[in-house]
């Protein structure tokens, strides 16, 4: 038996989106997301968040069960929409009590909040009015809307994520039309990314110079990256593996962590990446209290040296024709619902690579799961293979810990099934299945599983 830290976090995680429903209930005004669900072939089955987990209505059942699973921690993101319905102006009180009961609910189980302020649903009318994430004024709305947020909840919550993978927010939802709000461009993915840094910078800034002191609280950023294999141990593969995780994290992760972006972008992209002032550089470096890491799989990194056949829209970190990187996957490897090999020695290798390439931060894995085809067995879920994949991934954790990594927590993805966006209700992630019929909540082989490497701090 190995045994983790005892001061080490064990959580779950989920997004509003993806489980609150209640779409036009509480003032909550629409979402990006609300509007790409309706446009056809978009997402599979035609399904949308409508009901969703129907979380909104069910919260106090969820958290019990979070509670009887032994959770010490739990993610969830709060809906902008429903705390501004146009992302703009004053707080709708009625979204502001739901995430108090929500809050304050937790606390009551002993299980600490830790809260992302956005995870890809923003209110439509920015969309409209503002041009979303590539608009001039979307950082400064952000910021306004985090202050809203630190301002009624920062008295309970000492744990704050300000964005939720702006990879994916950037990349799929501006660059290749995947995911809400469904645009395709080469330049527009490094306009958002961009905004997305100062959104988070200045919404940092606020909570440090108002709120911090005071609340005591920690505030930082989530990016999601997959580790990059060499494919052989040619310089030129080494130096593609090392390439596409900068066009992946560092992207994001450089100008908060160095005060710039990686130079392998800069001298790639010319004038398709903005440019920091004086100002947002000192704004930005050093703006994130922890390293929120989301991790699922790997792939094997090759130079290219002709056209690019490998396009899977999660296997490159950035735009592909920009990083001249060819990605494969060892056919040996075993695989999760959604084709993403399982692979957990690269969980280890990324967070070292973290580790060495920003001095040593305190990382925490705010989502790590698979997703798998589920099948219901007597009223169960027997799940050997997610069993096998958590206790394999967390070995590779505790070895990290082991060689000298500040890793402090880790959070399952996710606390139940839900609306695995693109995907749909096909995808089973959950910890707790959802019969999404009957809105029926069963427990799964894993959920118990957890609870004891929970309770035994070990396994």
């Known amino acids: 038996m190995i045994q983790f830290p005892k001061d080490f976090i064990w959580g779950s995680a989920t997004s509003s989106y993806q ?13 990006i997301w609300d509007a790409f669900c309706e ?17 909104y209505h069910r919260f106090e059942e969820d958290i019990a069960l979070m509670k009887k699973m032994g959770l010490k921690a739990y993610r969830f993101s709060i ?12 707080a709708n009180q009625e979204g502001i009590a739901f995430y108090s009961r929500l809050i304050d609910t937790l606390l009551q189980h002993d299980i600490e909040p830790w809260v992302t302020l956005y995870h890809w649903d923003l209110p439509l009318a920015l969309q409209l009015e503002e041009d979303g994430w590539t608009g001039d004024n979307i950082s400064d709305y952000f910021a306004a809307y985090a202050n809203i947020c630190f301002e009624h909840f920062g008295d309970r919550v000492k744990n704050w994520i300000t964005l939720n993978e702006p990879w994916v927010i950037a990349i799929l939802g501006y660059g290749q039309a995947i995911f809400a709000p469904g645009r395709t461009s080469n330049s527009e993915p490094y306009l958002a990314g961009h905004n997305l840094i100062k959104a988070h910078a200045k919404a940092v800034e606020i909570y440090r110079k108002k709120y911090q002191s005071t609340q005591k609280g920690r505030i930082g950023i989530t990016n999601n990256c997959d580790w990059r294999e060499p494919l052989t141990d040619k310089k030129e593969d080494k130096e593609a593996a090392e390439r596409a995780l900068e066009f992946f994290l560092a992207w994001f992760a450089d100008p908060i962590y160095k005060g710039h972006y990686p130079e392998s972008m800069v001298k790639r992209l010319g004038d398709r990446l903005p440019k920091f002032t004086k100002e947002e550089i000192q704004m930005i470096k050093g703006s994130s209290d922890f390293f929120g890491l989301n991790h699922y799989t790997t792939m094997l990194a090759a130079n ?5 056949t490998q396009n899977n829209v999660f296997g490159n970190g950035g735009l592909s024709e920009d990083q001249d990187v060819e990605l494969s996957a060892d056919p040996n490897w075993e695989k999760t619902a959604m084709q993403w090999g ?3 020695w690269g969980c280890r290798k990324l967070l070292e690579w973290i580790d060495q390439r920003y001095d040593r931060p305190e990382i925490y894995i705010t989502e790590n799961g698979c997703a798998l085809d589920d099948k219901i067995i007597n009223g169960e879920v027997h799940d050997p293979k997610r069993i096998k994949f958590y206790k394999t991934y967390l070995e590779e954790c ?7 990594v500040a890793l402090k927590g880790y959070f399952a993805w996710s606390f139940m099934d839900n609306f ?12 707790h299945y ?3 019929e009957t809105l029926e909540r069963t427990p799964k082989a894993s959920a118990k599983w957890l609870r004891e490497v929970i309770e035994q701090n070990g396994f």
């Open 19 to 31: 489980i609150e429903g209640a779409r036009k209930e509480g003032g909550k005004g629409p979402s």
């Open 39 to 55: 446009i056809p072939s978009r997402i599979q089955n035609g399904d949308n968040g409508d009901i969703a987990c129907d979380h």
């Open 79 to 90: 809906a902008w929409p429903r705390i501004q319905p146009t992302g703009k102006g004053k």
């Open 304 to 308: 290219a040296t002709g056209e690019i």
């Open 342 to 344: 399982i692979v957990p």
């Open 398 to 404: 505790h070895k990290a810990i082991q060689n000298g």
């Open 420 to 431: 695995e966006w693109a995907s749909g209700y096909a995808k089973r992630f959950g910890i």
């Open 434 to 436: 959802i019969d999404f």
